[in-house]
């Protein structure tokens, strides 16, 4: 089969009221080399496919090649698994995710196969517009100023990838490195996207963002994000923060003398809890203040400080 440079993977269920606007972005794009579309139905009960259906001629026009599969069961498979499929069927040298809901901006492709092409071993990001505009402000704002260094050192205090996956683009060698069957096989509610960002990071992989907006990011009640639980993530994340950094330490502090720090050394192996020094806060009043792990606990403690 004929290598492309890139393929954009998308997995689709019912978003026929996005299609539209999502494959005219595709061929929007001033993307010089060969492109490939690969995308995998989850399953879906509205008219996606007969939309895709009818793009293809024109996809194909611009030279643009299309490999389409799925399935038809009752139940979706989910995003994670849906995306590794469409990744396994493609041909391209890079791997461009593309949600069913969003909207890539005309460069998107050509600026991220630069930068991925001087950084093959980097999971390549970008900033993003979200739509509607106020629907997520402070998140907006938050994940589009990051500085380079704290792509790194937020990777385990943010509830998701500091480079959010809708703007992912990488080498086909990075997300077959860190994605594997493990966590295409998800369940409903299943991080797919932060098990795969630590996996990549736990593996050497660099990050970067392209700090210029390529994407519009689409806000809405039926998102996949809403189906996940925020404990679910606070678990994953305690986890990689122990495999991956906390080991690494002889002693650390805790900043938050709060619900928040209790619950952080509540979550925390017993290791690493005997690892704790302090906890930190600025709020006076809980200064100097002794804090039991548990209430009927006689002998565990930690002092507050500054």
Not at 106 to 121: M, T
Request: charged letters at 25%; glycine letters at 6%; aromatic letters at 14%.
């Amino acid at each position: 089969m004929t290598e492309f440079d890139v393929s954009v993977v998308m997995t689709v269920y019912n978003a026929s009221r996005w299609l539209d606007d999502n494959l005219q972005s595709i061929l929007a794009q001033t993307f010089a080399g060969t492109l490939e579309l690969s995308i995998y139905n989850d399953g879906s009960t509205d008219t996606s496919m007969e939309l895709i259906t009818a793009y293809v001629p024109r996809l194909e026009a611009r030279c643009i090649h299309v490999v389409c599969s799925g399935h038809s069961d009752a139940t979706p498979k989910g995003p994670g698994y849906g995306r590794t499929q469409a990744v396994r069927q493609s041909h391209g040298r890079f791997i461009c995710v593309l949600d069913a809901d969003d909207v890539m901006h005309p460069q998107r492709i050509e600026k991220q196969f630069v930068a991925a092409s001087y950084h093959p071993d980097t999971l390549i990001g970008s900033g993003f517009i979200r739509q509607p505009e106020d629907s997520t402000d402070r998140y907006t704002r938050w994940s589009n100023t990051l500085s380079q260094e704290q792509l790194y050192t937020q990777a385990f205090t943010a509830f998701g990838p500091t480079i959010i996956q809708p703007t992912w683009f990488c080498a086909r060698e990075v997300f077959e490195s860190a994605y594997d069957e493990l966590y295409s096989k998800q369940e409903k509610g299943n991080p797919e996207d932060l098990i795969f960002f630590y996996r990549h990071l736990s593996y050497g992989g660099k990050l970067l963002r392209i700090d210029e907006p390529l994407l519009t990011y689409r806000y809405h009640k039926d998102a996949v994000s809403f189906g996940v639980d925020r404990w679910t993530i606070w678990d994953l994340r305690v986890a990689a923060l122990q495999k991956y950094i906390l080991f690494k330490w002889e002693v650390f502090t805790i900043w938050n003398a709060g619900k928040q720090g209790r619950r952080l050394f509540r979550s925390l192996k017993p290791e690493y809890q005997a690892k704790v020094e302090a906890f930190c806060d600025v709020d006076c009043k809980k200064v100097s203040q002794k804090y039991y792990t548990y209430e009927e606990s006689l002998v565990i403690w930690k002092w507050c400080e500054y």
